[in-house]
């Protein structure tokens, strides 16, 4: 019950301080907008191409709103030593993180559907599997979260997070079949794509959104969780060797 409670208590102040603050919240409507706009338009065809490109627009509001809020807001805690505080508290590390990281995972799945009632007034979105759309934006969400809380980890300045956070959004905009599908890229290329979380959240979206994948679903979900997983405990393995004396 005391872990319980310092959960919510900590996933409401970092609600109240950094994801409920005014720039914040335009931000985080804002930069989906402006992705599905460029998106949309660019897409050639007027709007007739929106719902193809869609899934690809949704990933990625996903993966910056949550990496760049996420590497910041604890970079920055870690900078003023606030963070250390809270690993003083009585409740178990794993808990704390959890804590630390809900206000990004809700923050990148409020991202992904901005770009969804953008679309659902351009074409019909009509034959979507929604239960497994779901699915794909709530682990990408938390796969991308937890991307950013590695990052936030292995740097001490916030100037930091965000160079090493684009090292690894950048190649995963071209390498993870957002827009252009694996199998269509370089042969030398492919291996690092299936190296990549979102490759498999991608898929999943498409097949939610469009009906193309190249995987079962159950797979790309499982894979997903497993990148969750493994993220997560090599994040808490490096804060218990580095912040942890």
Known sequence: MRAWIAFWSILRKDMRTYYLKP??????????LAWTLMFFIKSGSGFGEARSILPGVMALSILFGTTSMLAVTV?????????ERLLLAPIPLWV??????SGAVVFG???????????????????????QMGAAVALIAVSSTFLGLFIAVSVSEVFEAQTFSNFFRFPMVFLCGLFYPVTKLPVFLRPLSYLLPLTYGADALHGAVNGTTQRPV???????AGFCVLLFLIS????????IV
Not at 23 to 32: A, D, E, Q, T
Not at 111 to 129: Q, R, W
Not at 218 to 224: D, E, G, Q, R
Request: overall charge positive; glycine content about 6%; aromatic content about 14%.
């Open 109 to 131: 799945i409020v991202n992904a559907f901005v770009p969804v009632i953008m679309a659902s007034f351009i074409v019909d979105l009509g034959g979507m599997i929604w239960w």
């Open 236 to 243: 808490l393995r490096n804060i218990q060797r580095r912040w």
């Open 96 to 101: 704390l993180m959890l804590a630390k990281t």
């Open 75 to 83: 970079t920055f805690e870690r900078k003023g030593r606030s963070f």
């Open 218 to 224: 159950t797979l790309n979900l499982a894979i997903l």
């Open 23 to 32: 720039p914040n919240l335009s931000w985080g409507i804002i930069f989906p």
